[in-house]
């Protein structure tokens, strides 16, 4: 065991104030890696203020942080895919139980029995819960640990790793969009990395906001089109026209206004997580055959292949980089959608505490 530098929370009203915690040693097959570039997530300050405590309560003190991205420092003897040198991205899993019939088919992040990358139980026992990447340092076990494409600027690959395959996952997985029309509402931190792979993957993509003002920024990331949702005309020319809509608004919203937009047989689905239950036209998915899903990050295996297309395509998150020392002051800002469109943590900031 050594120790760390970090930055933690002692409670649900306390600042993110500098902080030192334990690490595990590295066994045989794990990596060792220093951070240099954690992104911030929605959900880190969910955690950190315990807005979740009904489904997984906060255990304190928490170091948030699952969008990690860094250079290996040391390996195991048993390590066989990384050698120190080498950049590696850490993303919302730490472990699975490797057994289970969704490990086996290469979706662990289905796991029963995941580690989460902060606030899980630790296994190793090296503290009561698991430590995340607002810390100087991380041991994970290699088959949890990704390959980073060197072409990428590294802060904003950072958001890749929790922002990037949530929207990657269910767009990949509805197949060919080569051609098709896909829409996604909300241009946000996923909303805007929805954008990006969509167009990646050939589609025309129609961006849907409540603020004309995202306007130009939307054509920007690579909209063919963008629809004002609060406009019913706008609403109306689309209707029925659109083969999959990836919906990122965690706010609450009038989810079959959307589902209307779909054309026969098309599919909407959720990776923002509204905190109330969403209302459900029967009659929104019966006509048309319509399907309504959700989507959660993505397993190892297709995290490792968005990092790969990534690196093909020149794709990053668009970030803003902080030191650490402003990370109270970019949650504040992050309550009020103040970033554009990801903060991204510059770890070497730590080194000044």
Known sequence: MYKAKAYSAASATSPLASDIIPRRD?????????ILFCG???????????????IMPTVYPIVP???IVGRVT????????????????????VDSDHT??????????????????????????????????YSESIVVDERFVLHVPANLNLAGVAPLLCAGITTYSPLKRWGDLNGKKVGVVGLGGLGH??????????????????SPGKKE???????????????????????????????????????????GMLSRDGNLTLVGAP???IPISAFALLIGRRSLSGSVIGGIAETQEMLDFCGQHNITADVEVIPIQKVNEAYERLIKSDVKYRFSIDMASLKAE
């Not at 929605?42 to 203020?49: F, G, M, Q, T």
């Not at 289970?100 to 819960?129: I, K, M, W, Y």
């Open 74 to 93: 040391s390996v195991g003897t048993a390590v066989t895919k990384f050698k120190p040198g080498d950049l590696a991205g850490v993303g919302c899993l």
């Open 26 to 34: 590295a066994t045989d097959r794990d990596v060792q890696i220093e």
């Open 217 to 259: 920024d939307a054509l920007r990331l690579g909209a063919d089109e963008v629809i004002i949702s609060t406009n019913p005309a706008e609403m109306l020319q689309h209707s029925g026209t659109f083969n999959f809509i990836l919906d990122t608004i965690s706010a609450d919203h009038d989810i079959n206004a959307y589902l």
């Open 193 to 210: 990395m929805g954008v990006k792979f969509a167009k990646a993957f050939g589609a025309k993509v129609v961006v849907f906001t409540t």
């Open 275 to 277: 905190e109330k239950p």
């Open 65 to 67: 942080g699952h969008e």
């Open 100 to 133: 289970c019939p969704n490990c086996t088919d290469g979706l662990e992040q289905l796991c029963p029995n995941q580690t989460l990358t902060f606030n899980s139980p630790d296994r190793h026992g090296t503290a009561p819960v698991t430590y995340g990447g």
């Open 40 to 54: 911030i997530c929605h959900s880190d300050l969910h955690s950190v203020r315990n807005e979740w405590s009904s």
